[in-house]
């Protein structure tokens, strides 16, 4: 009697790739904006499709990490809760982080 075990491989096979994701995860990569808040999360939780152009209708003008630093919090909270589906920036960057994050473990 032979057994067939395509489908244990497979699933072996996605298991090492979530687990080197994982592993490269817990190094600490820095991921762009442009990555974190992607056209698709930008539309689905905000008016806008880009990342840019919530920071720019929001009269925030940023040319740089330092630009985007220097933005008062309480300033971009008040924009967030005003033109997303978040109530503050923090609930905004965590959503888009675990978003990634299971985008990128192949959930």
Do not use: C
Not at 24 to 49: D, I, R, Y
Not at 53 to 80: C, N, R, W, Y
């Amino acid at each position: 009697m032979k057994f067939k075990s395509n489908g244990f491989d497979d699933l072996n096979k996605e298991l090492k790739k979530m687990q080197k994701a994982a592993s490269e995860m817990e190094k600490g990569e820095e991921v762009p904006f442009g990555k974190l808040f992607n056209k698709s999360f930008m539309e689905e939780n905000t008016q806008f499709s880009s990342f840019d152009d919530l920071l720019q209708s929001g009269g925030f003008e940023i040319t740089s990490e330092e630009d985007f630093d220097a933005i008062p919090e309480s300033e971009l909270d008040e924009h967030v809760a005003k033109t997303t589906n978040f109530e503050n920036w923090q609930d905004m960057l965590g959503s888009a982080t675990q978003e990634y994050a299971v985008k990128r473990l192949g959930f």
